[in-house]
């Protein structure tokens, strides 16, 4: 999220939580009182104020802590004893490339905030963060204050209706109250619907010590389960309740409400199965013979090389240098393309075009020959009509070799009439002779 969009939503956020508690004191109880303090106001309002300045802090608590990142340098020990998750495919310890670091147990890549996140349960965009390891306890401190807080809202300015509905005329409220009760509960009751059914799922999560992505890993493992692929598989993580609770909030249950920090690094976590090589989440065994996935060396080709078979031409009919002109210039009819053969490319038929075939991998373009392009072109300009005017000879002969043999022949012809005759005149000797 844009860091301008996340600064927004928090300014959302604390309008929905201030308003409903500074009004519903200002504008309907203290007027309800008389305007005076009193012990019964202060017993009223007392608890009120306190959970909600609870509420407040632990969202503050909730932003400005860092969910915790993978350190420089850190890697697994899979020497010892302690657990460590590894590649579903290799068999190796999880390692991201995108941070260039290795992955500890539970730990996830943010697209978000662009790191590896320790125990990522999800990128809350109302806190403008990733909720971690560090800061999930205060996360869920705040789930819980926003549900006792809105109870409590609700109570007094229900309390205060009800009070109101009674046939005491000095209870009645004025206009003012009238509106900024009817705000509040438009404020509160969609908050309490919203954000209570969003706490009970966490709030389940914590007591079986799961976060919202292995959640997504329980669900599909008990999928499988019920297609009968896979056997029941334990979560490695859940540790009981108790446990799971201290996990999270600290050992001594006097401080589960108050802001604590988690125990633990957030780079080992506590197993509950005997096995260390445990294998979560668990695999579809009709995947385990399958092959991973390889690119092939060449993406534009086929196997053995050759064009993909399965590429076919967006149009049966190949069009021509002209089919782009307008439609009172004669074109040429385009021809018909046969996806069998790679003959089908050649020139003959239509010329100046390009080649080219589509498909679903993309597309082939067959270079042409420039060379032909350019005598067809010098072809077309000169047969076009009146545009030259060409000489065309009555006779030609079709070699020197040729002219030099017929003019010995006139020659000897000649001197044959010359001694037959004696005399000729001048206007029977060629002009050739002459």
């Known amino acids: 999220m844009h860091p301008i969009l996340g600064r927004i939503a928090i300014c959302f956020v604390l309008f929905l939580i201030l308003f409903p508690v500074l009004t519903c004191q200002i504008y309907i109880i203290w007027p309800w009182y008389g305007r005076e303090l009193s012990v019964e106001l202060i017993t009223l309002l007392l608890p009120f104020n306190v959970l909600a300045v609870s509420l407040l802090w632990n969202y503050y608590l909730c932003i400005v802590t860092d969910p915790g990142e993978v350190p420089d340098g850190w890697k697994p020990d899979t020497q010892s004893n302690e657990g460590y998750e590894v590649k579903r495919l290799t068999g190796c310890p999880r390692f991201c490339r995108t941070c260039e670091k290795f992955k ?20 809350c965009p109302w806190t403008n963060n990733c909720i971690g390891h560090f800061n999930y306890g205060h996360f869920i401190r705040f789930l819980f204050y926003v549900d006792i807080t809105c109870s409590y809202h609700l109570a007094m300015v229900s309390y205060r209706v009800m009070a109101a509905s009674g046939r005491r005329y000095y209870d009645e409220p004025t206009g003012a109250e009238l509106i900024f009760i009817i705000l509040n509960y438009v404020f509160a009751v969609p908050v309490i619907l919203v954000v209570g059914a969003f706490s009970l799922y966490h709030f389940h999560s914590l007591l079986g010590n799961t976060t919202t992505i292995e ?11 019920r297609h009968g692929k896979i056997e029941e598989v334990k979560f ?25 920090v988690p ?16 294998n979560w989440p668990p695999r579809d065994p009709t995947l385990a013979n399958q092959l991973p996935f390889k690119l092939p060396d060449n ?9 993909n078979p399965n590429l076919r ?8 240098v002209n089919d782009y002109e307008d439609p009172g210039v004669d074109v040429r009819p385009g021809r018909l393309y046969s996806p069998d053969s790679d003959s089908d490319y050649s020139e003959e038929g239509c010329s100046g075009a390009v080649r ?8 082939e373009v067959r270079p042409v020959n420039r060379e032909e392009m350019l005598q067809e072109y010098v072809q077309d300009q000169i047969n076009e009509a009146g545009r030259y005017q060409v000489y065309e000879p009555e006779h030609t002969l079709e070699s020197d070799e040729d002219f030099e043999d017929e003019f010995e022949e006139d020659v000897d012809e000649l ?20």
């Open 104 to 123: 500890p147990p539970r730990s996830h890549h943010c697209k978000q905030c662009n790191r590896c996140v320790l125990r990522m349960d999800h990128h």
């Open 215 to 225: 959640g997504w890993e329980k669900d599909k493992a008990a999928m499988l389960r």
């Open 236 to 260: 490695p993580y859940n540790l009981g309740v108790r446990r799971n609770i201290a996990s999270i909030l600290g050992n001594n249950p006097l401080l589960w409400c108050c802001p604590t």
């Open 263 to 278: 125990p633990g690094t957030g780079l080992k976590y506590q197993l509950s199965v005997a096995d260390e090589h445990y």
């Open 299 to 307: 993406p534009w080709t086929y196997e053995n090389g050759d064009v």
């Open 313 to 320: 031409p967006s149009n049966g009919r190949l069009r021509g």
């Open 356 to 363: 080219v075939r589509r498909g679903s991998e993309g597309y």
């Open 415 to 434: 001197s044959r009439d010359v001694g037959d005759v004696g005399t000729i005149s001048d206007d029977d000797v060629p002009l050739a002779l002459r």
